[in-house]
């Protein structure tokens, strides 16, 4: 799972950032004159920023790792592969694909992101041999028995949240914004959520995830980045611990690619379903 930093969703993720030296201009000046604006509209620039920063990668693809550890610590593995496609006007489509264990081995999943409309999500089943469109109620469940919802999975527009800016801290010795951003979604599992992003770079470090009783639910963690194709911050790293069952859930990502000539219509259809394997 971005790459857009924020489209891109948690896999999407994918968290990723433009590098500096690519653009005219860096972090401090997309932000100039953030101390003298409100909470809400300094979070919103802070966002917008890192949404800029990331765009322009066109079409991405990337090998991962998924560890899934119940609450007694013992791992369950599977590897996977993501597909990201940028649509600047829109929404960024994402597909997820399983190669083992062999029991999920071609389960996908497709994700169309969209700035203000409902996203669509359809799911593979290739024991069935099914394609099931995830209803907007439920996109707050888990993921194939991850600790990632299948709302993490979609691409987290700016235009879909509202935002404040609560504060700075510092995170594993990096100077960081925290920003509290409140999904506009009434179907998301989530009350809020904080975003903790260095202010070097604007790369997501960490979010913590509120259930809708406003109780801590999970937090996800974001380590070693790695600049890619001279432009791209990605994290190698992530991990999502659910604070109220003990599970938790890693990803290791490796092998990513950039412009590698993805297709809308034969790549992200619900037809390309069935040929994902």
């Known amino acids: 799972m971005t790459a857009h930093l924020f489209r891109a969703g948690l896999l999407a993720c994918l968290l990723g950032v433009g590098a500096p030296s690519t653009h005219g201009f860096g972090v401090s000046d997309r932000l100039d004159g953030l101390e003298s604006l409100p909470p809400d509209q300094a979070g919103l620039l802070i966002f917008t920023a890192a949404d800029e920063k990331a765009s322009g990668y066109v079409d991405m693809q990337v090998?991962?790792?998924?560890?899934?550890?119940n609450s007694r610590g013992a791992a369950t593995r599977r590897a996977l592969r993501i597909a990201q496609l940028e649509i600047p006007s829109d929404g960024d489509k994402l597909l997820v694909v399983f190669d083992t264990p062999k029991p999920i081995r071609g389960t996908a999943l497709l994700s169309h992101g969209?700035?203000?409309?409902?996203?669509?999500?359809?799911?593979?089943?290739?024991?069935?041999?099914?394609?099931?469109?995830?209803?907007?109620s439920n996109?707050?469940?888990?993921?194939?028995?991850?600790?990632?919802?299948?709302?993490?999975?979609?691409?987290?527009?700016?235009?879909?949240?509202s935002y404040r800016l609560v504060g700075g801290d510092t995170l594993d010795g990096a100077?960081?914004?925290?920003?509290?951003?409140?999904?506009?979604?009434?179907?998301?599992?989530?009350?809020?959520?904080?975003?903790?992003?260095?202010?070097?770079?604007l790369r997501v470090q960490q979010i913590e995830y509120f259930?809708?009783?406003?109780?801590?639910?999970?937090?996800?963690?974001?380590?070693?980045?790695?600049?890619?194709?001279?432009?791209?911050?990605?994290?190698?790293?992530?991990?999502?611990?659910?604070?109220?069952?003990?599970?938790?859930?890693?990803?290791h990502w490796?092998?990513?690619r950039f412009a590698t000539g993805l297709h809308e219509e034969r790549d992200f259809s619900t037809n390309s379903l069935r040929r994902a394997r």
């Open 114 to 136: 969209h700035k203000v409309l409902p996203d669509d999500q359809w799911l593979y089943l290739p024991a069935v041999k099914r394609v099931k469109k995830i209803a907007s």
């Open 63 to 69: 090998e991962l790792e998924m560890v899934l550890r």
């Open 254 to 256: 490796r092998n990513y």
């Open 175 to 201: 100077a960081c914004f925290v920003v509290e951003r409140k999904p506009v979604d009434a179907h998301s599992g989530y009350s809020r959520q904080l975003v903790w992003l260095d202010e070097a770079e």
């Open 211 to 251: 259930d809708r009783r406003d109780d801590k639910l999970k937090t996800l963690t974001v380590s070693d980045y790695r600049l890619h194709a001279e432009r791209f911050w990605k994290a190698a790293h992530m991990q999502m611990v659910n604070h109220q069952t003990g599970k938790s859930t890693a990803l």
């Open 139 to 161: 996109k707050s469940g888990p993921f194939l028995s991850s600790e990632f919802a299948y709302e993490d999975l979609i691409a987290q527009e700016v235009e879909k949240y």
